[in-house]
T-cell receptor, first 111, second 112 residues
Framework: RKEVEQDPGPFNVPEGATVAFNCTYS??????FFWYRQDCRKEPKLLMS???SGNEDGRFTAQLNRASQYISLLIRDSKLSDSATYLC????????????FGKGTLLTVNP | EAGVTQFPSHSVIEKGQTVTLRCDPI?????LYWYRRVMGKEIKFLLH????????ESGMPNNRFLAERTGGTYSTLKVQPAELEDSGVYFC??????????FGQGTRLTVV
């Protein structure tokens, strides 16, 4: 079983749609959880950290369920500029050390 | 402020040759990480430096890979001799303490 598994995608949605990404992780000792965004041929960039209580940043909402070892990312009112690969990332050490990445889910938002 | 910079951006070498990748972290960042993405796979951790010391090199594939960070500033990752399966994108990242890690744009290595 992979350490971090994500929806394989790709997702193609129209502008304004709501899209949800799901992710599960196998290491129950994981302490930190993140969503990264990677544009084509660019570096991964931190989109948001994920907290147990859930957190929101504008149109983006992240949820964590430790019991189920499940993480989600919801994007509301999607924009063309949201088109990218979304990477689910976990870390057992509570820091940015030794991040474990999922394969990523490609999102294309269409006009 | 300059971000993490990597050189070269692309490298095409023949099997058996040597290649050296360079990473300049953000100034003042003690932590430096190397990651690699092989085509079709997820990004995987290679190793972690704190200043000039290797803290964890558990992700290094084999002894053909050598990473150094002399003086605790920039780092190099040498592959010698390169094999076909070494092809991929090599990312460097840096962070200050347990803070957010910033990634460089990567070096795309193709071994032919």
């Amino acid at each position: 079983r992979k350490e971090v598994e994500q929806d394989p995608g790709p997702f193609n949605v129209p502008e304004g749609a709501t899209v949800a990404f799901n992710c599960t992780y196998s290491n129950s000792a994981s302490q930190s959880f993140f969503w990264y965004r990677q544009d084509c041929r660019k570096e991964p960039k931190l989109l948001m950290s994920v907290y147990s209580s859930g957190n929101e940043d504008g149109r983006f909402t992240a949820q964590l369920n430790r019991a189920s070892q499940y993480i989600s990312l919801l994007i509301r009112d999607s924009k063309l500029s949201d088109s990218a690969t979304y990477l689910c990332v976990v870390n057992p050490w509570g820091s940015n050390y030794k991040l474990t990445f999922g394969k990523g889910t490609l999102l294309t938002v269409n006009p | 402020e300059a971000g993490v910079t990597q050189f070269p951006s692309h490298s095409v070498i023949e099997k058996g040759q040597t290649v050296t990748l360079r990473c300049d972290p953000i100034s003042g960042h003690d932590n430096l990480y190397w990651y690699r993405r092989v085509m079709g796979k997820e990004i995987k951790f290679l190793l972690h430096f704190v200043k000039e010391s290797k803290q964890d090199e558990s992700g290094m594939p084999n002894n053909r890979f050598l990473a150094e960070r002399t003086g605790g500033t920039y780092s190099t990752l040498k592959v010698q001799p390169a094999e076909l399966e070494d092809s991929g994108v090599y990312f460097c990242a840096s962070s200050q303490g347990a803070g957010k890690a910033f990634f460089g744009q990567g070096t795309r290595l193709t071994v032919v």
